[in-house]
């Protein structure tokens, strides 16, 4: 039983590049969440979805900044016009149902480093 | 969500009981308590959870004072792979945002 799935691993960007992370949830979970983490910092939320639904992007940045759960397919988070400040390591978790009495599982995130 | 207090670092003897420390003065009556821990360069695991009762699973135990305020997180037999920074989390049932403080970082040694 596959755990939470992230790709790439590692992703090196130039300044205004794009940049696409990809997360397959667990077989069965419907819920995906996105966490972003600085170098020495505690993970921050992102993002809540389910499929083909945005839930809460209350920690998504305004600008720059999307993410989508289609009905096939992985979950994307995309970031235009990449800029220093967005290098960080991005974690996917996913759950079975929505976040009430239920524990997230963590991919092993996506190092994104904007040069 | 509630704040979350935990010491910086913590070392711990291997083979020995590691007792992690958290604070959450502030807690509310529906807030449960979560513990996640993220070893480096990995995404964080979750360990345990509880609202009132202590919890005991295969990999810790969480102990939580009467009035709720404070918890510890026990591992009874630390190993080196035990060495990770642990997340003391509170929060509501449907609150999206589980919010990860700076932890604990606990080091395990030989």
């Known amino acids: 039983n596959a755990g939470v799935m992230q790709n790439p691993r590692h992703l090196v960007r130039r300044r205004g590049q794009e940049a696409r992370l990809r997360c397959s949830p667990m077989?069965?979970?419907?819920?995906v969440y996105w966490y972003r983490q600085l170098p020495e910092e505690g993970l921050k939320f992102m993002v809540y979805?389910?499929?083909?639904?945005?839930?809460?992007e209350s920690g998504m940045p305004k600008e720059r900044f999307s993410a989508e759960f289609p009905k096939e397919g992985p979950s994307i988070l995309r970031i235009q016009q990449v800029v220093r400040g967005d290098s960080a390591a991005y974690f996917c978790?996913?759950?079975?149902?929505?976040?009430?009495?239920?524990?997230?599982?963590f991919g092993s995130g996506t190092q994104l480093s904007v040069l | 969500d509630a704040k979350t207090t935990q010491p910086t670092s913590m070392d711990c003897a291997e083979g020995r009981a590691a007792n992690l420390p958290c604070n959450h003065s502030?807690?509310?009556?529906?807030?449960?308590v979560y513990w996640y821990r993220q070893i480096h360069s990995q995404g964080p695991q979750y360990i345990i959870h509880?609202?009132?009762n202590n919890e005991t699973n295969e990999m810790a135990s969480l102990i939580i004072t009467e009035d709720r305020k404070s918890s510890t997180l026990i591992l009874p037999h630390a190993t080196l792979r035990d060495t990770a920074v642990y997340y003391c989390?509170?929060?509501?049932?449907?609150?999206?945002?589980?919010?990860f403080g700076a932890g604990t970082r606990l080091t395990v040694k030989p």
């Open positions: 978790a996913s759950s079975r149902t929505g976040p009430t009495n239920e524990k997230l599982f």
């Open positions: 077989k069965g979970h419907s819920h």
């Open positions: 979805l389910q499929k083909e639904n945005i839930i809460d």
């Open positions: 502030t807690i509310s009556g529906n807030e449960y």
């Open positions: 509880g609202l009132k």
């Open positions: 989390i509170v929060r509501v049932a449907n609150n999206n945002d589980m919010r």
